[in-house]
């Protein structure tokens, strides 16, 4: 096989409870990526459409990555990338991720599998610390993985993989307006009181706990976040009217989607996401921003190969 053409899906990382440790993978929005093996060695970019991105390796993230594992496994090759962007960079929902995941995947694939999904996660990383000046892997790990994934460490890399429960649905509002990841890091605080930590890590847990037992109740409960949203949801227009609206359609929980502006809701089945869809809608048409909502079953596989 010389060459290979993946679909690399958004992600939504940062869940709530889970800043930094908890993403998901999201199903119908996602990029297009051709890789190509050459016999001139080293990672070209030779082609980005749908968005205005570095063609220099060392400047977009699908090169960094790609530069990263091939330090780690050496080849005569090389290798061609082409990236077809549909998820728009600086979303909330993972644009440089899954940048980053597909070109480590795409590779991997042409050498023959070297790799597993989850020691593909520290390269993709890497592209990651690039674009976001922190090396995290909440966005890579379910893309790279599939399904909703707790990064317990990433310094060795430690992913576990979570169950789905099979009616949890995702809805999903990007406002286009752009927020930097680097950004929305600034205005952080640093410091974290004893009791809001407590209630986080709390919170975690019984999120955790409540997927393994497909316990809907247990998910509304813990699905918070005392921590980041309080800061970052002052960016993010209308926020409070959405996350009330979601919350009064049915929504198990709501909350900002990576580092904004993008937010999700998670919810029960089809028909209960349509209807957090429509009080989302309904909220956001009255403010004069252009914007996406999209309805989405958790990706268990993460990344496909195309074959057409
Ligand atoms: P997102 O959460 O949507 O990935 P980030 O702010 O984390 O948003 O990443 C976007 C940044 O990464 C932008 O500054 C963008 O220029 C940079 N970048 C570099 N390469 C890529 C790529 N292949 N895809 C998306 N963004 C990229």
Redesign the pocket.
Known sequence: MNQIKIFAPASV?NVSCGFDVLGFCLEPVG?QMLIRKTNSSGIKITK?EG?N??LDVK????GVAAEALLKAHPTKSGFEIE?Y?N??????????????AGAVYGINELLGKPYTSHDLISFAME??G???GTVHAD?VAPVLMGGITLVRSIDPVDVIKLPIPKALTAVVLHPKIE????HAREIIKKNVTMEKAIQQWGNLGAFVSALYNEDYDLMSRSLKDEIVEPMRSMLIPEFESLKKASIQAGAIGFGIS??GPSVYALTKGIDGAKKIHSAINEVISSIDIDYEIHISKINEQGIKILTD
């Open positions: 990382a990029d980005i968005q991105l570095p400047k977009n993230v699908a990236i962007k998820i728009k960079a600086g979303s909330g929902i993972g644009s440089s991720a899954a940048s980053a592209g990651e690039m674009a976001s966005n927020l930097k990841t680097m990576g580092s």
